[in-house]
């Protein structure tokens, strides 16, 4: 590989230890923000929930896409076989949100994906007190289960990029 082509990959972890690193890091900021979503989810305020969900989602995915190198702007920096290689693993492991601009209209069609939660989480506020725990609990696990998967569909592209890396080299 030339200069050029080498500095693209410094985006992306190089070993299966730093995949591991990045991982675990993504998670933390996942469960960071799961957390900040559930107090948004416990306030009786209809809406605020999924405002704040979408807000603090939308940072979340741009941050975690970031930090495996799996932005739009840092995979078109790769060898145009190599994005290819790093979309097509996107789409097999089910990481519609990978190395893409995360948009409002996306994440609906994700939230949409578990609305039978949301629609629980927002009914939940309608009842006093308990209502706004249950709504925090079920907000938290929603935020929670959503953004694992997002790291998960990163590490693997990571993982099936590094594997074509290291056959080509």
Same mark, same amino acid.
């Given at each position: ?54 807000? $603090? ?6 941050? !975690?896409?970031?930090?495996? #190198?799996? &932005?739009?702007?840092?995979? @078109?920096?790769? +060898? ?45 506020? $309608? ?6 725990? !249950?709504?925090?609990?079920? #907000?938290? &696990?929603?935020?929670?289960? @959503?953004?694992? +998967? ?20």
């Amino acid at each position: 590989m030339n200069e050029a082509q080498l500095s693209d990959w410094t985006l992306i972890p190089g070993s299966e230890q730093a995949v591991s690193v990045v991982r675990e890091r993504c998670r933390q900021m996942v469960r960071k923000r799961a957390t900040m979503a559930a107090g948004f989810s416990a306030v009786p305020v209809p809406g605020l929930d999924l405002v704040s969900d979408i807000s $603090l989602f939308t940072k979340l995915i741009d941050e !975690v896409n970031s930090e495996f #190198g799996l &932005t739009e702007k840092q995979i @078109l920096r790769l +060898q145009p076989k190599y994005r290819l290689l790093a979309y097509q693993a996107a789409v097999g492991v089910g990481g519609m949100m990978v190395g893409k601009l995360v948009t409002r209209d996306l994440l609906l069609l994700l939230f949409k994906k578990v609305g039978v939660r949301i629609a629980s989480k927002t009914a939940a506020k $309608l009842v006093p007190v308990a209502g706004s725990v !249950v709504s925090a609990a079920i #907000g938290f &696990t929603v935020f929670r289960k @959503l953004g694992y +998967q997002h790291v998960e569909a990163c590490a693997r592209v990571a993982e099936k990029l590094n594997q074509a890396r290291t056959v080509s080299v």
